[in-house]
């Protein structure tokens, strides 16, 4: 028994130690030419990242015409859950396929939208509309409004979320493990947490973090309207 702790414990620690180690920074890709400028608000730490065209992508039920980005980071998710006289968790680093939609939105009708949203919930006090959690992130006169889908944890293809920022809508997507049998759980949190960050004003922030809440700004502000200018 005392062999077999030891093996575990061995097997647990070197499974542990993946998550570990050097991490990328974040970096601004939107250097890399023209067609990366959409990008120029997303801090992002991973290899590199491709430009992959035009396509259509949904928000809220309609299609838009969006530039997609396609990128590999390695990211952090949660290999093992035991329970027991001793509780276990493991966290792996893995690689995983995201796309990133960029929707110009110039004449501001899905910020609008999802500002209508996220006030006609949080006004209830609550945190969860049926569908989407919100966020808000603002400095200065600078901020970025986030829709979180419910279904956002989950290691499940098209996992997403929907950031508003600069006039742009921007489409985080979940597309896959590059290896199918190093899978784990909390791929999109993992991504939003170590590998992309939102710059407004000169300063990085997370998409979303938790605990999720009403934030009493925004309340504030839509009612003077702020997010009408």
Known sequence: MGLLRGALFIVLLIASGAAKGPRLEFRNFSSKGPEFKAIENL????PDI???GSVETDVFGKLYRASKYSL??????????AIGAVNTEVYER???NFEIHVVEDKDRGIHDEIARKMYDIWNRKK?????????FNAKDAEYSLTALHRSENLSGLNSQYLIWVNERLIKIAF???VNKEQGGWG???GFTSDNLRIWLAGAEFKAYKFPLKVEKKFLE?????FFKT
């Open 175 to 177: 597309k896959g493990f």
């Open 127 to 135: 945190i969860y509309s049926g569908e989407y959690y919100y966020w």
């Open 50 to 52: 491709a430009y992959a």
């Open 94 to 96: 893995v690689p995983a």
């Open 221 to 225: 502000l839509y009612k003077k309207g």
């Open 43 to 46: 801090r992002l730490a991973a």
């Open 72 to 81: 590999v980071p390695l990211v952090e998710v949660q290999t093992l859950c």
């Open 187 to 189: 791929v999109v949190d």
